[in-house]
């Protein structure tokens, strides 16, 4: 595992910003509760980037001045979130602050940025209002509900897949919520009716209740999103009921290699025969930053799965790295000028996240290309891309 602190340089900590050789970036991580497995690995990539970042000479527009990283355990509890985001903001003096923050936790985290003016970078939540949080995260309605209702129309009319009816089952919070409501009409727009809904209980070991009244609308294809905790008892239960009905459904609950290596034998009858999961990183697709950023860190022997959340902080490091080498200084007026600047061209050694148009941000703090990725599961553990076609690394099978 790694720490909860990266130091470099000879300056001190404290208010500021850090010391005079050092500048301070608080993280908000959820490493205990229901999220810590986004947590864990999110900080793995930002630290191993952060650390590449400090040998190579740190910030080179501020004298060389090192990142010194500062990780706040969240708890997995938007109310902790915010404590600690008034910590790190207030008291402490981060320049800028960075983290999974789930949309629960963002929402919570919005008032204390608009209260501080910190610039705030959030990894995976769907976009907030307040004006000092920016995410390479997917938009609900476009990233999430449009990419899986897309492919779900592309394997009728490519493939002749025959899906007429849907079942709507994402993890029971905000963000599930806000792509149940997303999905609906552009399900219906794609010819499919929806027959039911299944809300994933976070607050329940056993989903073997949740997956027989699945099973009791008898749908063609099952779809939502669900965090890696929900996805790993969801397979498990469709595997213990036989379920045999096709799941196309996103976030780390689908696609997190954790996700396969959590369900041990029984990935073979759920992920690979009958699974197809939205993603932002497949290594079958990925550019060769991305490659040579998996290979140093394995060869580093991070502990962590070397998945979509270890890419996405490492991402997330490099856009904190140009934002601060772009800035006219520290201030927090002239990071969010920075950020609104961001332009990270494709084929960059800084680009790790499969944007063909590079990795800007919009006027909504979006990246401007929120293009996400299908995959499916081979036996072996690894993923193809399958869709869109221009990066996939073969053809989708159906069950």
């Not at 969010?336 to 703090?365: H, Q, V």
Request: a negative charge; glycine letters at 12%.
């Amino acid at each position: 595992m790694v720490s909860g602190l990266a130091a470099c340089g000879g300056g001190g900590s404290g208010g500021g910003g850090g010391g005079a050789d050092t500048i301070k970036i608080g993280m908000l991580q959820p490493m205990s509760g229901s999220a810590a497995g986004y947590g864990e690995e999110t900080e793995a990539g930002f630290k191993f980037v952060v650390d590449q970042i400090n040998a190579a000479g740190g910030i080179k527009s501020r004298g060389g001045a090192k990142l010194e990283l500062e990780v706040a355990d969240t708890a997995s509890q938007p109310g902790q979130a915010a404590t600690e985001a008034r910590r790190l903001m207030g008291k402490d003096g981060a320049s800028m602050i960075v983290g999974t923050l789930l949309t629960n936790e963002m929402a919570a985290v919005a008032p204390v940025a608009d209260q501080y003016q910190v610039p705030t970078l959030a990894m995976f939540a769907a976009g907030s209002s307040s004006d000092y949080i920016y995410s390479i995260g997917s938009p609900y309605d476009e990233g999430y509900a449009g990419t899986m209702v897309d492919f779900i129309d592309y394997l009728n009319k490519k493939l002749h897949a025959g899906l007429k009816t849907a079942v709507l089952a994402s993890s029971n919070y905000e963000a599930g919520q806000a792509v149940d409501k997303a999905l609906e009409p552009r399900l219906a727009a794609a010819g499919l009716d929806v027959v039911g809904k299944v809300p994933l209980d976070q607050d329940t070991n056993d989903y073997g209740p949740a997956v027989a009244k699945i099973g009791s609308y008898h749908a063609d294809v099952v779809t939502g999103v669900a965090i890696q905790k929900d996805g790993i008892q969801l397979h498990e239960a469709r595997a213990k009921a036989g379920m045999k009905t096709l799941f196309v459904g996103s976030a780390s609950g689908y696609a997190d290699a954790g996700v396969f290596k959590n369900l041990g034998a029984d990935a073979q009858n759920v992920l690979v025969n009958n699974t197809f999961g939205m993603t932002t990183f497949a290594a079958s697709a990925e550019q060769a930053a991305t490659k040579k950023l998996l290979a140093d860190a394995k060869t580093a022997g991070i502990d962590v799965p070397l998945g979509q959340n270890f890419v996405s902080g490492a991402q997330a490091a490099r856009i904190v790295q140009h934002a601060l080498e772009g800035a006219k200084s520290t201030s927090s007026a002239d990071l969010i000028e920075a950020l609104k600047k961001i332009d990270i061209p494709a084929g960059s050694d800084d680009l790790y996240l499969l944007k063909a148009d590079g990795l800007r941000f919009d006027k909504n703090r979006f990246p401007t290309d929120v293009q996400n990725l299908m995959i499916q599961w081979n036996a072996d553990g690894t993923q193809d891309v399958v869709w869109p076609e221009k990066f996939a690394s073969r053809a989708p099978r159906l069950p």
